[in-house]
């Protein structure tokens, strides 16, 4: 009997004057585990250390995602008995963002298909995030009783105005013309360029900013810019009632925002707007210990497990959350999510 080979979920390969990061998990739209987040953390490290590798390339297999987030799935059906599962997976994650945020070698991530949750953590920490117009970005992490994390309450704290704030409360999908005009992606590249945008970057000798502001191409018209007074009009409030409030005396658009938050769990509302207000100001390895202590303590709760099983597992759509009105939760709720965990805080030695 033959043994099938089977390819590693990450492809670690050396292109001339990169090092190609391919995440290989094409049937589950490149979804994150804990051994790939580990690998790549593990490629970083060498590309830092070796002086031959000049940049640093991360794409997504087939032609659907780049990485539509973390593998979630097995969190709900694990976590709640497991605690060192939950933790180090999330442990493990979130010191790879922070690596990618420090990497002095030019890190250039190809935004090709759906990018969420786990994806933004692969790319947004860069300083290069070219967009194809396949892109569809989103952190629906409300939707399923988590946090926009991997370094999300910081990344979304630094867009303009109040787009952060919008996209983190209502999951909204950004296409690749809101990205670049947000600042989420750096320049963007059509399809049919991206073969000589990969020919380019492993073997061109300019520099990775010079190739990409040579293939940088017009992304279209952004739906994005013409929201942008309503979105910092309404969220620019620092309590989610009194953004939903503002909502409600809206036009037809900013009431379709508070009926879709309303569909959210509280509880990850609230967390997630206290995040990015304390991540205005915070450093990626601060805001990244804020996001550890929340998702530890929300493993302790309902929602994640409640919102995984409704959205992902039974698919009903119909998520029970408890509490289930954001008048529920108390300061001294989200309080509980900001100490420390019994198993210490987050570090980066």
Same mark, same amino acid.
């Given at each position: ?13 050396? #292109?001339? #004057?990169?090092?190609?990061?391919? $995440?290989?998990? +094409? ?11 580990? @690998? ?27 990485? %539509? ?23 493990? /994650? ?25 994806? !933004? ?28 994390? !991997? ?10 105005? /109040? ?16 990205? !670049? ?11 049919? #360029?991206?073969?000589? *945008? ?6 061109? /000798? ?37 953004? *939903? ?20 769990? +509280?509880? @990850? ?25 929340? !998702?530890? /303590? ?20 119909? +998520? ?15 309080? #509980?999510?900001? %100490? ?5 805080? $987050?570090?980066?030695?």
């Amino acid at each position: 009997m033959t043994d099938i080979a089977v390819e590693p979920e990450v492809l670690i390969e050396r #292109r001339g #004057r990169a090092l190609w990061l391919t $995440l290989n998990r +094409p049937a589950a739209l490149n979804a994150l585990n804990h051994p790939m987040a580990l @690998s790549i953390h593990r490629a970083l490290f060498d590309a830092a250390a070796d002086p031959d590798i000049e940049r640093v390339i991360i794409e997504g297999a087939g032609e659907r995602a780049f990485c %539509a987030g973390g593998d979630v799935a097995l969190l709900a059906r694990r976590g709640r008995e497991d605690r060192a599962l939950w933790e180090q997976f999330f442990h493990d /994650e979130y010191r790879m963002n922070q690596a990618i945020a420090r990497l002095e070698t030019p890190y250039v991530a190809i935004l090709d298909g759906v990018t969420m949750g786990g994806g !933004v953590g692969l790319s947004i920490h860069g300083p290069y995030r070219v967009a194809t117009e396949r892109l569809l970005f989103a952190m629906p992490e409300t939707g399923i009783g988590l946090i926009p994390d !991997v370094g999300g309450t910081h990344a979304l704290a630094h867009l303009p105005g /109040e787009i952060g704030t919008w996209l983190a409360l209502t999951g909204a999908r950004l296409k690749a013309a809101d990205c !670049v005009y947000a600042g989420i992606a750096t320049h963007f590249v059509p399809v049919e #360029r991206l073969a000589v *945008l990969r020919d380019l970057l492993a073997t061109g /000798e300019e520099p990775v900013a010079e190739i990409l502001e040579t293939l940088d191409a017009p992304a279209g018209e952004s739906a994005l810019e013409a929201l942008r007074d309503g979105i910092d009009f309404h969220f620019g409030h620092d309590r989610v009632e009194d953004i *939903l409030a503002s909502l409600d005396e809206g036009d037809d658009w900013a009431r379709e925002q508070a009926a879709t938050i309303r569909k959210m769990s +509280p509880t @990850s509302c609230k967390l997630s707007l206290a995040g990015l207000r304390a991540g205005r100001g915070a450093s990626i390895e601060d805001a990244l210990i804020t996001e550890y202590r929340m !998702v530890c /303590e929300i493993r302790n709760g309902h929602d994640f497990f409640e919102g995984v099983r409704a959205q992902l597992i039974d698919k009903d759509r119909n +998520p029970k959350w408890q509490p289930a009105r954001f008048e529920d939760v108390s300061d001294a709720d989200v309080a #509980r999510h900001l %100490a420390p965990p019994e198993t210490g805080d $987050l570090t980066f030695e």
